[in-house]
């Protein structure tokens, strides 16, 4: 039994928790967020109340799988905002996602969630808030980056063989 | 539904997910004593009040970007020689007469270093007052308005107004014609030079460069001459202003309405990282994501332009073919002709064949192992020369089919023997490593095969075997050198496997490494590396989907040809029933008696798996076109109508399976090295297995003739087809001709 399997289970059981709940009491109080600015933001260490017990959202939207990762640069600019920050997007719905409207050309959709992304300030926070929405997530770790020292003397050093470079610049 | 398994082995089943999700969010992909960075000293100064510790020799823009301090600028780019010459990242630095420019200034110890002062202002004020004294404002019209380094910078160091009149205007500059591919609109241009470092140091082209000083600098290719480099979409990317941009996208999307999505490319083995921009239901652009492991900040031309292929040739709707003519059917009437086709092809065992094409994705295969193997058939064949058989490596072992030094691991290498291929076209990315090495330590290259215009010199050994045996027996010069090196790299293409000779040279490299196992073959180093090209390879071999020896010698009366647009249309018999899936109306769907339509790579989250045994998910962008269905749940639900059902429903539990086949299936984004003696066994079971195989003599040749259109995809796309009229054919198509043009060529 691989380790999705148990997580799948894990889901089941506390899905069969929340029902529970739901028929006992209200009594059980739903974790409060918490946002510090510090990266240590607890992890729900009990199971949490999902929002959908409460928030009466669908219960389509639970079983959507969404994605909590950094995105990356844009490779056409060089500035670096927004870049600390984790998204949580949901994946496309197979066959109701998007299609071109016949009567405009424009692209309509039956998936309500197709056009939400929402920005966290770590990794912790977008998890956390996944597992209060009780969605489905995949951590996408971000690339770690490799940037030698640079150097504009590079430019001018020696090479004792054959020159390898004729530049241009 | 799919989360991140760990990277140790089998975990409690009890631990929290979202424990063992954040433990192990770093990716440690290969670290290894040898790939550790030297040694250096670390020097601590202050920027805006900040102590910042960087490495000795780091430019002071480092240093900045370090403490959080972002500096603009123009010309410096991460992956580029320093230039120094926009003058953009002027800072302060105490008891310094006058700002400084950040990129070309070391890092000093103890530096006092402000970015945020009235005078660094005031300076960059000034730098871009001159810059925009050039620069035309045609924002408007412009490909790159909203993404565009000088718009944003403008924003904050730009003046509202200009105090230069010029009576003759601003500067004009006449357009270059770099190709099908690249857009110029020099007006534009602020001299950066990025574009010529790239083409210079990383792409290879030297022919790209300056002429004139000052005001009359221009960029150009000195003659007219296009620029004909597989990298050459990079340039677009690192033009800081409008005035090199894409043609394919010119004028279709704006950035602000596009939705990116981060995926995976499937167009050859590297698996390179790029984040897919789609408007609607259409992928606009595709445009590379920074992942030093893999690509690094470029992709290949193929990558970035054959997106439009997408949108051509497409099966939407499932079809069956009547009398000779295919006639669109539902899925349900699909699933039943094949059922009929099966049962009136008198298939049994192992003349049901299943054929995986070059974009399978891994779910699928594995659903169609799975699915033959349940009727009772070993017969999963690939679709190369030669795939009707066992490979010769064996896919016992994963050393002998994958790259195992790693693509970054290629820059540590300090000799290299290309067997039979040509990175340049099978791995373009790769190549560039090759070439950045090349540049800047003392790497030398020897080539075996076809000769090939890569983008380093090389010394070439000869075409065939008997070179390779030479080399073997330590003949030639660069035989010696290969024997002197500290961390000597063989490049095997995947080429060798389909090649008569592939078992004579398989058993020479063998021996070779085992012999030569102290410095090919150590836990820090595995010199012996195979080069897929196509980006199925390695799954397959990964999951085993190879056919055994005995199902091989049965002749199919049932072909399932999964992506399989390569196939000698001579090898299919000709009673056979054939069913085509895929998403291309290419050669493969043009045998068949029923295609179904399948999801494209943007069009579907899947596992793939690159050359490195890189484990890496897709994410689908846009929707599948009409009634085409992701490829697995196609295997699955015919499965279910022929009568076996297979045991997944959703792609968790699927993923569970691939998990039972190989963990490293469901671990992203790392490479596993395979230990010396599981290499070391690799390698003698494979010499074994080899043993007395013939040479024939026929020259190696290299297996991608045309780099442009390798795949449905890219053979579907236009801008493709005007490529490879452009570069591989040489017409001169593309060219605006304006001398011929009765007006002027404006914008």
């Given at each position: 039994?691989?380790?999705?399997?148990?997580?799948?289970?894990?889901?089941?059981?506390?899905?069969?928790?929340?029902?529970?709940?739901?028929?006992?009491?209200?009594?059980?109080?739903?974790?409060?967020?918490?946002?510090t600015?510090?990266?240590?933001?607890?992890?729900?260490?009990?199971?949490?109340?999902?929002?959908?017990?409460?928030?009466?959202?669908?219960?389509?939207?639970?079983?959507?799988?969404?994605?909590?990762?950094?995105?990356?640069?844009?490779?056409?600019?060089?500035?670096?905002?927004?870049?600390?920050?984790?998204?949580?997007?949901?994946?496309?719905?197979?066959?109701?996602?998007?299609?071109?409207?016949?009567?405009?050309?424009?692209?309509?959709?039956?998936?309500?969630?197709?056009?939400?992304?929402?920005?966290?300030?770590?990794?912790?926070?977008?998890?956390?808030?996944?597992?209060?929405?009780?969605?489905?997530y995949?951590?996408?770790?971000?690339?770690?980056?490799?940037?030698?020292?640079?150097n504009?003397?590079?430019?001018?050093?020696?090479?004792?063989?054959?020159?390898?470079?004729?530049?241009?610049? | 539904?799919?989360?991140?398994v760990?990277?140790?082995?089998?975990?409690?089943?009890?631990?929290?997910?979202?424990?063992v999700?954040?433990?192990?969010?770093?990716?440690?992909?290969?670290?290894?004593?040898?790939?550790?960075?030297?040694?250096?000293?670390?020097?601590?100064?202050?920027?805006?009040?900040?102590?910042?510790?960087?490495?000795?020799?780091?430019?002071?823009?480092?240093?900045?970007?370090?403490?959080?301090?972002?500096?603009?600028?123009?010309?410096?780019?991460?992956?580029?020689?320093?230039?120094?010459?926009?003058?953009?990242?002027?800072?302060?630095?105490?008891?310094s007469?006058?700002?400084?420019?950040?990129?070309?200034?070391?890092?000093?110890?103890?530096?006092?270093?402000?970015?945020?002062?009235?005078?660094?202002?005031?300076?960059?004020?000034?730098?871009?007052?001159?810059?925009?004294?050039?620069?035309?404002l045609?924002?408007?019209?412009?490909?790159?308005?909203?993404?565009?380094d000088?718009?944003?910078?403008?924003?904050?160091?730009?003046?509202?107004?200009?105090?230069?009149?010029?009576?003759?205007?601003?500067?004009?500059?006449?357009?270059?014609?770099?190709?099908?591919?690249?857009?110029?609109?020099?007006?534009?241009?602020?001299?950066?030079?990025?574009?010529?470092?790239?083409?210079?140091?990383?792409?290879?082209?030297?022919?790209?460069?300056t002429?004139?000083?000052?005001?009359?600098?221009?960029?150009?290719?000195?003659?007219?001459?296009?620029?004909?480099?597989?990298?050459s979409?990079?340039?677009?990317?690192?033009?800081?202003?409008?005035?090199?941009?894409?043609?394919?996208?010119?004028?279709?999307?704006?950035?602000?309405?596009?939705?990116?999505?981060?995926?995976?490319?499937?167009?050859?083995?590297?698996?390179?990282?790029?984040?897919?921009?789609?408007?609607?239901?259409?992928?606009?652009?595709?445009?590379?994501?920074?992942?030093?492991?893999?690509?690094?900040?470029?992709?290949?031309?193929?990558?970035?332009?054959?997106?439009?292929?997408?949108?051509?040739?497409?099966?939407?709707?499932?079809?069956?073919?009547?009398?000779?003519?295919?006639?669109?059917?539902?899925?349900?009437?699909?699933?039943?002709?094949?059922?009929?086709?099966?049962?009136?092809?008198?298939?049994?065992?192992?003349?049901?064949?299943?054929?995986?094409?070059?974009?399978?994705?891994?779910?699928?295969?594995?659903?169609?192992?799975?699915?033959?193997?349940?009727?009772?058939?070993?017969?999963?064949?690939?679709?190369?020369?030669?795939?009707?058989?066992?490979?010769?490596?064996?896919v016992?072992?994963?050393?002998?089919y994958?790259?195992?030094?790693?693509?970054?691991?290629?820059?540590?290498a300090?000799?290299?023997?290309?067997?039979?291929t040509?990175?340049?076209?099978?791995a373009?990315?790769?190549?560039?490593?090759?070439?950045?090495?090349?540049?800047?330590?003392?790497?030398?290259?020897?080539?075996?095969?076809?000769?090939?215009?890569?983008?380093?010199?090389?010394?070439?050994?000869?075409?065939?075997?008997?070179?390779?045996?030479?080399?073997?027996?330590?003949?030639?010069?660069?035989?010696?050198?290969?024997?002197?090196?500290?961390?000597?790299?063989?490049?095997?293409?995947?080429?060798?496997?389909?090649?008569?000779?592939?078992?004579?040279?398989?058993?020479?490299?063998?021996?070779?490494?085992?012999?030569?196992?102290?410095?090919?073959?150590?836990?820090?180093?595995?010199?012996?590396?195979?080069?897929?090209?196509?980006?199925?390879?390695?799954?397959?071999?990964?999951?085993?989907?190879?056919?055994?020896?005995?199902?091989?010698?049965?002749?199919?009366?049932?072909?399932?040809?999964?992506?399989?647009d390569e196939?000698?249309?001579?090898?299919?018999?000709?009673?056979?029933?054939?069913?085509?899936?895929?998403?291309?109306?290419?050669?493969?769907?043009?045998?068949?008696?029923?295609?179904?339509?399948?999801?494209?790579?943007?069009?579907?989250?899947?596992?793939?798996?690159?050359?490195?045994?890189?484990?890496?998910?897709?994410?689908?962008?846009?929707?599948?076109?009409?009634?085409?269905?992701?490829?697995?749940?196609?295997?699955?639900?015919?499965?279910?109508?022929?009568?076996?059902?297979?045991?997944?429903?959703?792609?968790?539990?699927?993923?569970?399976?691939?998990?039972?086949?190989?963990?490293?299936?469901?671990?992203?984004?790392?490479?596993?090295?395979?230990?010396?003696?599981?290499?070391?066994?690799?390698?003698?079971?494979?010499?074994?297995?080899?043993?007395?195989?013939?040479?024939?003599?026929?020259?190696?040749?290299?297996?991608?003739?045309?780099?442009?259109?390798?795949?449905?995809?890219?053979?579907?796309?236009?801008?493709?087809?005007?490529?490879?009229?452009?570069?591989?054919?040489?017409?001169?198509y593309?060219?605006?001709?304006?001398?011929?043009?009765?007006?002027?060529?404006?914008?």
């Amino acid at each position: 039994m691989s380790l999705i399997r148990a997580s799948t289970q894990a889901f089941r059981q506390t899905i069969d928790l929340r029902t529970a709940v739901r028929a006992l009491s209200s009594e059980v109080k739903a974790p409060v967020e918490s946002r510090t600015e510090t990266a240590e933001v607890a992890i729900p260490t009990k199971d949490v109340l999902t929002a959908e017990v409460l928030s009466g959202a669908p219960t389509e939207l639970r079983h959507r799988p969404v994605r909590i990762y950094q995105p990356a640069r844009n490779t056409m600019q060089s500035g670096g905002a927004k870049m600390e920050r984790w998204r949580i997007d949901f994946d496309i719905l197979q066959g109701g996602g998007r299609w071109e409207n016949p009567l405009m050309g424009w692209a309509s959709s039956a998936d309500y969630m197709q056009g939400t992304r929402v920005s966290f300030k770590s990794k912790e926070d977008a998890i956390h808030f996944a597992e209060k929405q009780g969605w489905d997530y995949y951590v996408q770790p971000p690339p770690t980056k490799k940037i030698p020292p640079k150097n504009y003397a590079e430019n001018y050093v020696y090479k004792p063989n054959k020159l390898r470079i004729a530049r241009t610049k | 539904m799919l989360r991140l398994v760990s990277t140790a082995s089998r975990p409690a089943s009890s631990g929290r997910l979202s424990r063992v999700v954040c433990s192990n969010c770093v990716s440690t992909g290969r670290r290894t004593f040898a790939s550790s960075s030297a040694l250096r000293a670390d020097i601590t100064l202050t920027v805006d009040g900040k102590e910042v510790t960087v490495p000795q020799g780091s430019a002071l823009i480092q240093a900045c970007e370090a403490a959080g301090s972002p500096v603009p600028r123009f010309c410096y780019h991460d992956r580029l020689a320093i230039a120094g010459n926009c003058r953009m990242c002027l800072v302060e630095v105490e008891r310094s007469p006058k700002p400084v420019a950040s990129c070309a200034m070391p890092a000093m110890p103890g530096a006092k270093v402000f970015t945020n002062t009235p005078l660094v202002h005031e300076a960059r004020e000034g730098v871009m007052e001159f810059l925009l004294a050039n620069h035309p404002l045609d924002c408007p019209i412009c490909d790159q308005g909203g993404e565009c380094d000088l718009q944003d910078q403008s924003m904050r160091y730009g003046s509202d107004r200009s105090r230069f009149h010029e009576i003759t205007g601003k500067r004009a500059v006449e357009d270059k014609d770099l190709g099908p591919l690249v857009k110029t609109s020099m007006n534009r241009c602020i001299q950066c030079t990025r574009c010529v470092r790239f083409a210079n140091e990383v792409a290879g082209v030297e022919e790209l460069g300056t002429t004139g000083r000052g005001n009359d600098l221009q960029i150009g290719m000195y003659v007219e001459k296009t620029m004909d480099s597989e990298l050459s979409g990079n340039i677009v990317d690192l033009c800081p202003v409008g005035a090199l941009t894409s043609k394919p996208y010119a004028f279709h999307a704006r950035p602000w309405e596009l939705k990116n999505t981060e995926s995976i490319d499937v167009l050859d083995a590297v698996g390179s990282n790029i984040r897919v921009d789609s408007r609607g239901v259409q992928v606009m652009r595709i445009q590379p994501r920074t992942n030093d492991d893999v690509n690094e900040e470029w992709i290949s031309d193929k990558t970035r332009y054959a997106y439009d292929g997408l949108k051509f040739q497409r099966l939407t709707t499932p079809l069956v073919k009547q009398g000779d003519r295919f006639v669109s059917a539902s899925w349900h009437d699909a699933f039943t002709a094949i059922v009929s086709g099966l049962a009136s092809s008198g298939a049994k065992g192992d003349e049901i064949q299943a054929i995986a094409g070059h974009l399978a994705d891994t779910e699928s295969l594995v659903a169609l192992k799975d699915f033959t193997n349940r009727l009772g058939s070993d017969n999963t064949a690939l679709d190369q020369a030669g795939g009707y058989a066992p490979p010769v490596a064996g896919v016992d072992v994963r050393s002998n089919y994958l790259f195992n030094s790693t693509i970054p691991g290629v820059e540590q290498a300090d000799v290299i023997l290309l067997v039979g291929t040509n990175p340049r076209h099978e791995a373009a990315v790769l190549n560039s490593r090759i070439r950045k090495s090349w540049l800047h330590t003392g790497l030398e290259v020897g080539l075996i095969g076809e000769r090939a215009d890569t983008t380093y010199g090389y010394d070439y050994l000869g075409q065939d075997a008997k070179a390779l045996a030479d080399f073997v027996a330590g003949k030639g010069e660069f035989a010696k050198k290969f024997q002197a090196a500290k961390k000597p790299l063989i490049i095997v293409g995947s080429a060798i496997s389909e090649h008569a000779d592939g078992p004579a040279v398989y058993n020479a490299l063998a021996k070779f490494v085992e012999k030569n196992k102290s410095r090919l073959v150590t836990p820090e180093w595995n010199g012996f590396s195979v080069l897929q090209r196509v980006a199925s390879r390695a799954a397959a071999y990964e999951i085993g989907f190879v056919p055994t020896k005995k199902a091989a010698a049965v002749k199919p009366k049932f072909i399932y040809l999964l992506n399989a647009d390569e196939v000698d249309p001579k090898s299919i018999p000709k009673d056979a029933f054939v069913v085509y899936q895929g998403h291309h109306g290419d050669l493969g769907a043009s045998l068949a008696d029923v295609c179904l339509p399948a999801a494209a790579y943007t069009e579907k989250s899947t596992t793939w798996v690159n050359t490195e045994g890189r484990t890496q998910l897709g994410r689908a962008a846009v929707p599948p076109p009409g009634a085409s269905r992701e490829d697995w749940k196609i295997v699955r639900a015919l499965s279910e109508v022929v009568g076996s059902p297979l045991p997944y429903d959703d792609v968790v539990t699927l993923r569970d399976r691939m998990w039972e086949i190989s963990p490293t299936l469901v671990r992203y984004d790392t490479t596993e090295p395979t230990s010396v003696d599981v290499a070391l066994t690799g390698l003698k079971t494979l010499a074994a297995h080899t043993a007395g195989a013939k040479v024939t003599g026929v020259p190696f040749k290299k297996p991608v003739a045309n780099f442009y259109q390798t795949d449905p995809i890219s053979r579907a796309s236009v801008t493709m087809a005007q490529t490879t009229r452009a570069f591989v054919n040489g017409e001169r198509y593309g060219f605006s001709e304006s001398e011929k043009s009765s007006q002027a060529a404006f914008a």
